[in-house]
């Protein structure tokens, strides 16, 4: 699958629906480097004083690190 940028719950749904198709070890790496990525995108939000764009991406990675347990079971 080809990278994704996720800003939103609805894109973070459809990437994890999206890397399904691969393998287990393949959905856990990229779930972790969107992980990664979306706590740089939370970090920058905070120190911007945004609280929506910290919190969009808190959910974010809330439903991206619910699937990696999933996985991690």
């Known amino acids: 699958m080809r990278p994704t940028y996720i800003d939103n719950e609805d894109k973070a749904r459809l990437a994890v629906e999206a890397w399904k198709s691969e393998a287990a070890d393949a959905q856990v790496r990229h779930l972790q ?35 990696c347990d999933e996985l991690e079971k």
Do not use: D, N, P
């Open 33 to 67: 480097l969107a992980i990664e990525s979306l706590e740089l995108g939370r970090m920058y939000y905070e120190q911007k004083g945004s609280e929506k764009g910290a919190g969009r991406m808190k959910r974010c990675i809330v439903l991206l690190k619910q699937r």
